[in-house]
């Protein structure tokens, strides 16, 4: 068997279930959420949500956990970014988890479910069809077919009218895009990275459920809701356990923003130079400013690659559209070699004079844009509107 790793988070024991009858469920059976907090690498900033079935009457202890993802695929970078990589349903021992947050650094939580024996046993099938490994597949899409979104649909699939989630009518306050913050605002390169590579949808008010695809939301949205059982509406959640707390555990801090503070010492770099060419025409053959204007245009066109690839081709459907290529241009990447060669032709003096232009109405149209750009764009739009203003002047002044 192909060696299975979890996306986000649980690295178990995993084994595919075997397409065989579903054993029935004994009274002394438990079904119970659990949740993984998050941790400090990139793969585990949201946190993971699995389901736990236990019967000590029938020695079943199975956590079923929809992260898990071949890495041994030799496509698997390929099928990522293009947005097709499938997502599978796993399922493991449960008596790992207190094992799993020491090895990891993250605490366990462990709400237990009021549920009828044919309720749980109602779920227990489902989990264990869908786990056979002609079953088990998905496709992942970060906001809407997730681990915990898949989760809720278990719930909602299997019982029906018989629970409820307590959702408010229409979306709330937050977007998908600010409901992600508290999560990455302590590692701003992951921040900035999402917050450019994220397009319009990011920027669409969630519903309460739709909030459920982040784990902390979803254990709230189980601490709210009500269940029938026997003809009676009952809380959900009975009790809530730590299986396994980390001393010294910490959320996500606040860092330095030190991204966006290198982009404001790039502006001010452009701006430097464009002012030393408005004095001295001369000068814009210099070093620092060739140097300049390839490290720019050359960020901003890979930048606008990778945005035209997520928006064009892949099969991702949060990334598209996405406003950043107002200053991201991928062609950037081309006019950068004639930039770091100090030579500006006709037809490049056109291309500056559009860029200075368009990133200029960037940057002065920073808040009416339809999507929340990162801090970071607004002093790199400026400062290609700077460079490329410069070198239109000069060519301009040249006669070329």
């Known amino acids: 068997m192909r060696r299975l790793i979890p996306l986000l988070f649980v690295c178990c024991l995993a084994w595919p279930a075997q397409a065989q009858p579903t054993p029935p469920l004994t009274d002394e059976a438990a079904v119970s959420l659990i949740t993984i907090l998050p ?7 949201f946190g993971h949500s699995a389901l736990r079935v236990r019967d000590p009457a029938a020695g079943i202890d199975r956590l079923y956990n929809y992260g898990t993802f ?21 399922v493991s021992s449960g008596r790992v988890l207190p094992r799993y947050a020491e090895v990891q650094g993250r ?54 009218d018989d629970v409820d989630f307590g959702y408010a009518p229409g979306p709330t306050q937050d977007t998908f895009r600010d409901l992600l913050q508290p999560y990455i605002v302590g ?39 009500t269940i029938v059982v026997e003809g ?7 009790q809530t ?27 001010l770099g452009a701006a430097w130079r464009a002012y030393r060419e408005w004095q001295a025409p001369d000068a814009g053959g210099h070093r620092a400013s060739r140097w300049l204007d390839a490290g720019l245009f050359g960020v901003a066109g890979v930048v606008g690659l990778a945005l035209s690839f997520l928006w064009l081709i892949s099969l991702h459907t949060v990334t598209h559209p996405n406003w950043n290529i107002l200053w991201a241009w991928p062609t950037h990447v081309i006019v950068l070699f004639w930039l770091a060669r100090g030579r500006v032709p006709r037809w490049l003096r056109t291309y500056l004079g559009v860029v ?22 607004l002093p790199l739009s400026l400062a290609l509107s700077l460079r490329a203003g410069s070198h239109w002047r000069q060519g301009r002044r040249e006669g070329r």
Request: glycine share 6%; with cysteine.
């Open 187 to 225: 590692q701003r390169h992951v921040q900035t990275g999402m917050n450019v590579l994220l397009g319009t949808p990011s920027d669409a008010y969630a519903t309460e459920r739709e909030r459920g695809f982040l784990p902390d939301h979803l254990l709230e949205l189980f601490d709210q809701a």
């Open 232 to 238: 009676q509406t009952q809380p959900l959640v009975t």
């Open 356 to 377: 200075a232009v368009v990133s200029l109405v960037a940057a002065l149209g920073w808040p009416l844009w339809p999507q929340e750009l990162p801090s970071i764009a």
């Open 39 to 45: 941790g400090p690498s990139i793969e585990a900033l």
């Open 241 to 267: 356990d730590t299986v396994a707390w980390v001393d010294g555990y910490k959320r996500a801090t606040p860092g330095l923003p030190w991204m966006a503070l290198l982009g404001w010492l790039v502006a």
């Open 70 to 90: 071949d890495f041994d695929d030799p496509f698997f970078i390929p099928k990522f970014l293009y947005g097709d990589l499938e997502y599978l349903l796993s």
């Open 107 to 160: 605490p366990v939580i462990e709400q237990h479910l009021n549920l009828g024996v044919d309720q749980q046993q109602a779920i227990f099938s489902f989990l264990e069809y869908n786990a056979r490994p002609e079953n088990r597949a998905y496709r992942y899409d970060f906001y809407f077919d997730n681990c915990s979104t898949r989760i809720l649909d278990v719930f909602e699939d299997t019982l029906q």
